[in-house]
């Protein structure tokens, strides 16, 4: 059973990653890590910043609420996702890209709103 609370557990579980399976944990937390960067840069989570560096953290000590916290999942995963395991299809990928400008989109309105 998959820890869903553990941020990096969870995102790995996602791309279809076994939760034991640790060779790849550096990629993915560099990748977590900078999708974090850029929701700060957009001003949504903590003012300063946030990262993780295990699988010990949670989606809760992000701190933001749930609604907004569903999305920020989302982002995390699909910027992830597009580094680590793109789709060799161009418009896959484009898909991908847009879905990201959108929840950026959605998330910057969320957090302008609160």
Same mark, same amino acid.
């Given at each position: 059973?998959?820890?869903?609370?553990?941020? %990096?557990?969870?995102?790995?579980?996602?791309?279809?990653?076994?939760?034991?399976?640790?060779?790849?944990?550096?990629?993915?937390?560099?990748?977590?890590?900078?999708?974090?960067?850029?929701?700060?840069? %957009?001003?949504?989570?903590?003012?300063?910043?946030?990262?993780?560096? !295990?699988?010990?953290?949670?989606?809760?000590?992000?701190?933001?609420?749930?609604?907004?916290? !569903?999305?920020?999942?989302?982002?995390?995963? %699909?910027?992830?996702?597009?580094?680590?395991?793109?789709?060799?299809?161009?418009?896959? %990928?484009?898909?991908?890209?847009?879905?990201?400008?959108?929840?950026?989109?959605?998330?910057?309105?969320?957090?302008?709103?609160?």
């Amino acid at each position: 059973v998959y820890n869903v609370e553990s941020i %990096l557990t969870s995102i790995k579980k996602l791309v279809g990653i076994a939760e034991d399976y640790t060779v790849f944990d550096t990629d993915f937390i560099i990748y977590i890590n900078s999708a974090f960067a850029t929701l700060n840069q %957009l001003g949504i989570g903590p003012v300063e910043g946030f990262s993780i560096v !295990d699988a010990s953290s949670k989606w809760s000590d992000y701190g933001v609420a749930t609604p907004m916290l !569903d999305h920020v999942k989302s982002y995390v995963y %699909l910027k992830v996702k597009t580094i680590f395991d793109p789709p060799t299809s161009p418009t896959v %990928l484009d898909a991908y890209n847009r879905m990201i400008q959108e929840t950026e989109w959605r998330l910057k309105v969320a957090s302008e709103t609160v």
